[in-house]
């Protein structure tokens, strides 16, 4: 199959330019390797046992060939990092020397070097719904900021958006039918427990009830007490021991290493409010179509349930907000979050650029609830207007998301209504 072009595209050229190496991290199949051979030259694999070993004897043996130099699923033989870091000081200069690609981050010890000055971290995602052909994109992130807008009808439908999230953003399943596409994200999870790792927390039965746990609490905060009491974890008076605790944080930082699950940080006005760092994270996937065969549930299963309907799609909108955010001009790698205060005030996600400009956005599966989202995206508007602390009171935007609706339009409060199926980077 020909590459298909990813959005990140522009900015693994753009580092390429600044730095002598770019290192594309993110979960397994996600197309990390079709994207680094596409601005690639020549490829170092570790799928062979000889080129692991030979790395091991003397790692300079296979940094050689046309650059740039694809070294794929570096962190098999983690002193090919140190030895990249080396080849780009010895290079005095020249960029665009190494692409490494990495579906998890090799145990702490194994490397000497962060790599900074030489190596840039780009994260990549499986693919948005622009980059599958199931959004238009005729609603951009950066026109928003800019306040680019133009309200038309839309053609939206429910089964398709079921069916969307529970095949997911595979590259491997592009252009098969839902009941093949849908086998994908089951066998991502089989490989995903099967593969034997030194560094797993726990058994396959373990690693997997951790990760069953984390899709049943799909849209809220759940705690590592939760999750504990889930994998059964307690002692006999039904309360989580510190040994337990620390041994789900194991579990999250596990699957965290491994770019499965992805933390949406707390957000805050003020640059410097504390709220920023002690609003607890939420825990949530990759892609949506993993919780989704996690629980067992097919695009059937939404149309007739949706509450967990509603979750999935919530999880489809912050996958495709990472990619658009990841690769907008202004953005910085932390630029996503959500908003809760303590008034029960919840936003689903708050983008903040560079230069201070933020945006709020709720996520509703119908239109037909963008009057309460309305609602709480107002009231975090005026929130943040009456904090003297805040360097940018007003928003850019405020964006109702939704899965269905007949038109994307802007209400009398100016806040804007339109579906996922139009929106880009």
């Given at each position: 199959?020909?590459?298909?072009?990813?959005?990140?595209?522009?900015?693994?050229?753009?580092?390429?330019?600044?730095?002598?190496?770019?290192?594309?991290?993110?979960?397994?199949?996600?197309?990390?390797t079709?994207?680094?051979?596409?601005h690639?030259?020549s490829?170092?694999?570790?799928?062979?046992?000889?080129?692991?070993?030979?790395?091991e004897?003397?790692v300079?043996?296979?940094?050689?060939?046309?650059?740039?130099?694809?070294?794929?699923?570096?962190?098999?033989?983690?002193?090919?990092?140190d030895?990249?870091?080396?080849?780009?000081?010895?290079?005095?200069?020249?960029?665009?020397?190494?692409?490494?690609?990495?579906?998890?981050?090799p145990?702490?010890?194994?490397?000497?070097?962060?790599?900074?000055?030489?190596?840039?971290?780009?994260?990549?995602w499986?693919?948005?719904l622009f980059?599958?052909?199931?959004?238009?994109?005729?609603v951009?992130l950066?026109g928003?900021?800019?306040?680019?807008?133009?309200?038309?009808?839309?053609d939206?439908?429910?089964?398709?958006?079921?069916?969307?999230?529970?095949?997911?953003?595979?590259?491997?399943?592009?252009?098969?039918?839902?009941?093949?596409?849908?086998?994908?994200?089951?066998?991502?999870?089989?490989?995903?427990?099967?593969?034997?790792?030194?560094?797993?927390?726990?058994?396959?039965?373990?690693?997997?009830?951790?990760?069953?746990?984390?899709?049943?609490?799909?849209?809220?905060?759940?705690?590592?007490?939760?999750?504990?009491?889930?994998?059964?974890?307690?002692?006999?008076?039904?309360?989580?021991?510190?040994?337990?605790?620390r041994?789900?944080?194991?579990?999250?930082?596990?699957?965290?290493?491994?770019?499965v699950?992805?933390?949406l940080?707390?957000?805050?006005a003020?640059?410097?409010?504390?709220?920023?760092?002690?609003t607890?994270?939420?825990?949530g996937?990759?892609?949506?179509?993993?919780?989704?065969?996690?629980?067992?549930?097919?695009?059937?299963?939404?149309?007739?349930?949706?509450?967990?309907?509603?979750?999935?799609?919530?999880?489809?909108?912050?996958?495709?907000?990472?990619i658009?955010?990841?690769?907008?001009?202004?953005?910085?790698?932390?630029?996503?979050h959500?908003?809760?205060?303590?008034?029960?005030?919840?936003?689903?996600?708050?983008?903040?650029?560079?230069?201070?400009r933020?945006?709020a956005?709720?996520?509703?599966?119908?239109?037909?609830?963008?009057?309460?989202?309305?609602?709480?995206?107002?009231?975090?508007?005026?929130?943040?207007?009456?904090?003297?602390?805040?360097?940018?009171?007003?928003p850019?935007?405020?964006?109702?998301?939704?899965?269905?609706?007949?038109?994307?339009?802007?209400?009398?409060?100016?806040?804007?209504?339109?579906?996922?199926?139009?929106?880009?980077?």
């Amino acid at each position: 199959m020909p590459y298909m072009p990813r959005l990140i595209d522009s900015i693994v050229d753009l580092h390429l330019k600044a730095f002598g190496a770019v290192e594309i991290a993110g979960t397994m199949w996600s197309g990390k390797t079709w994207t680094a051979r596409a601005h690639g030259e020549s490829e170092v694999s570790f799928d062979r046992r000889q080129t692991r070993e030979l790395a091991e004897m003397d790692v300079d043996t296979v940094l050689g060939g046309p650059r740039p130099c694809v070294i794929d699923e570096w962190q098999v033989v983690p002193e090919v990092w140190d030895a990249v870091r080396g080849k780009v000081d010895e290079a005095a200069g020249k960029r665009g020397l190494y692409i490494l690609t990495g579906s998890s981050r090799p145990a702490k010890g194994k490397t000497r070097h962060t790599g900074s000055g030489r190596i840039s971290r780009l994260k990549m995602w499986p693919m948005s719904l622009f980059e599958l052909g199931a959004s238009s994109g005729s609603v951009s992130l950066s026109g928003l900021f800019n306040g680019e807008f133009e309200s038309r009808p839309v053609d939206t439908s429910l089964e398709r958006l079921a069916s969307l999230a529970c095949r997911g953003g595979w590259p491997a399943a592009f252009g098969l039918d839902d009941e093949a596409a849908q086998v994908v994200p089951a066998q991502y999870l089989d490989a995903l427990f099967a593969k034997e790792d030194e560094n797993a927390p726990g058994s396959e039965r373990e690693l997997r009830t951790f990760l069953r746990s984390l899709a049943r609490n799909i849209g809220s905060a759940a705690t590592l007490d939760t999750i504990a009491r889930d994998m059964g974890l307690v002692n006999s008076d039904g309360k989580v021991s510190d040994a337990s605790g620390r041994k789900v944080r194991a579990f999250l930082d596990y699957f965290l290493g491994r770019y499965v699950v992805c933390d949406l940080e707390g957000w805050d006005a003020p640059i410097k409010s504390p709220r920023r760092l002690r609003t607890k994270p939420k825990h949530g996937f990759a892609d949506p179509s993993l919780p989704a065969a996690l629980l067992g549930a097919g695009s059937q299963t939404l149309m007739g349930n949706l509450q967990l309907f509603g979750q999935l799609f919530e999880e489809l909108c912050l996958r495709d907000l990472r990619i658009y955010t990841s690769v907008m001009k202004d953005a910085h790698p932390d630029s996503l979050h959500y908003y809760r205060d303590s008034d029960g005030l919840e936003v689903d996600a708050v983008i903040e650029l560079k230069d201070g400009r933020w945006g709020a956005i709720e996520i509703k599966l119908g239109a037909n609830k963008a009057d309460a989202a309305a609602h709480s995206l107002i009231r975090l508007r005026d929130k943040v207007a009456a904090n003297p602390a805040a360097r940018n009171p007003e928003p850019s935007f405020l964006l109702v998301l939704v899965g269905k609706t007949d038109y994307q339009y802007r209400m009398p409060n100016g806040v804007i209504v339109a579906p996922i199926t139009e929106l880009t980077a």
